[in-house]
């Protein structure tokens, strides 16, 4: 997450550099462990509209991340390097635990190798944090955000998120041509039609790099033999338990496979 309204990342094309600098498949390799999937879009597969196979925000790229900087006018004198000092202070922020310690400093340690610039890791209390991203004046320069789905639909995705004065605001950002869009597509009855109307949305959104979309999670189950009828629902509904979004009336339980403790009633 970068914050719009603070600088560098008022510039778009800084956005676009730092999407670029980030190692999306080291970070799901070496700090999630393999649990999940590099990514540059922003609604998850499964969930309806969603674009896997179209690029999203600018891919990770070292080199192009440089350049861009340069182009951007923050090189030295010679376009060779990043100019630091034009860049200003970077800081990421994050809830203070042994986890996100290991976490941030890979991030930040990213930006360093990439840029070759300071970038100061800030942990704070997890309640602070809570409240620092709740206002675009106080929402970190840079941090880590997320979101899980309240419904499998496009519109929770763009409409609830990314519409002006939405979750957009904390991060000081506002098209209110996406957000025409994103009503035409709220307001279109026809299935087919408005999910193409929320593709369009999402192209929107991704041109304008408000953040630097990471990785798509995952979750490990592991599921008893004899429970049947469980289907997966692939995207964010089954975040909490497989099955979550059922219908749990078509499960049921193979009573010859289960042990003898299992209760019969």
């Known amino acids: 997450a970068m914050n719009n309204a603070r600088k560098p990342f008022d510039n778009k094309e800084v956005r676009k550099a730092f999407s670029q600098a980030i ?10 462990k393999g649990i999940g999937k590099p990514t540059t879009r922003w609604i998850p597969p499964g969930v309806p509209g969603a674009q896997p196979d179209k690029p999203g925000v600018p ?17 030295t004198a010679d376009g060779k390097k990043v100019d630091c000092a034009k860049l200003g202070d970077l800081k990421i922020t994050y809830p203070g635990n042994a986890q996100n310690h290991a976490r941030f400093q890979f991030l930040a340690g990213n930006f360093v190798a990439v840029f070759n610039c300071p970038v100061t890791i800030d942990p704070v209390d997890a309640t602070v944090y809570t409240a620092l991203t ?35 605001k904390r991060y ?3 098209n209110t041509t996406l957000d025409a869009l994103m009503a035409k ?21 991704l041109a304008d790099v408000p953040g630097a979309p990471m990785n798509h999670a995952e979750v490990l189950y ?9 289907k997966e629902n692939p995207s964010s509904s089954d975040a909490e338990w497989a099955g979550e979004w059922g219908p749990i009336w078509t499960y ?14």
Not at 185 to 205: G, H, N, P, R, V
């Open 23 to 32: 190692d999306r498949a080291g970070w799901v390799r070496d700090v999630l």
């Open 59 to 75: 891919a990770t790229d070292t080199k192009a991340a440089v350049a861009a900087l340069i182009a951007a006018g923050f090189g």
């Open 134 to 168: 709740k206002d675009p004046k106080t929402n970190p320069q840079m941090a880590r955000q997320g979101w899980i789905q309240d419904y499998p639909h496009p519109q929770n995705w763009l409409s609830v998120y990314w519409k002006t004065g939405a979750f957009a």
């Open 172 to 174: 000081g950002y506002s």
């Open 185 to 205: 597509a709220d307001a279109t009855i026809d299935f087919a039609e408005s999910i193409k109307l929320y593709s369009q949305a999402e192209d929107i959104l």
């Open 222 to 230: 592991l599921i008893k033999p004899y429970l049947k009828g469980l």
């Open 252 to 265: 049921d339980v193979d009573l010859s496979q289960v042990p003898a403790s299992y209760p019969k009633q």
